[in-house]
């Protein structure tokens, strides 16, 4: 069975963070925010409303990074060699690139390469457009 975890992007702090815990009924998720005051890690909790939530996808790329939904990536092997955005539709995680649509579980990891993410490096999409 396939680990479940998300991480999430928090809109006002323009950060990345994993999530710890979600609750449905109050629709908000907690995740570690550290306070410098203190130097100490917190739980802080944040409505679903203020972020974006992204799912692992149970996979990993060549160096062992996990690969999650709204990450870049690169795919390189011999037929083609290409930027993509993991993202989940028709129940399944797809690579959407500029001359690709893939499904992730058809690619091997070790042509895999994750270099960033849809939030944290706009400047990736924009070069490659």
Known sequence: MREIKFRAWLKED??????????FTDKTIR?????????????????FDDVELMQYTGLKDKNDKEIYEGDVVV?????I??????????????????????DL????????????NIYESKNLLEENN
Not at 14 to 23: A, F, G, L, Q
Request: proline letters at 0%.
């Open 81 to 102: 060699d290409n930027m993509c955005i993991v993202r989940y539709e028709h129940s399944s995680y797809r690579l959407e690139g500029w001359s690709l649509r893939e």
């Open 105 to 116: 579980s058809n690619v091997e990891a070790k042509f895999l390469e994750v270099v960033g």
């Open 75 to 79: 795919l390189n092997n011999i037929e």
């Open 14 to 23: 323009k950060k990345m963070e994993n999530v710890k815990t979600m609750d």
């Open 31 to 47: 995740c570690l925010k550290k306070n410098e005051f203190i130097n100490a890690y917190l739980l802080r909790r944040v409505s």
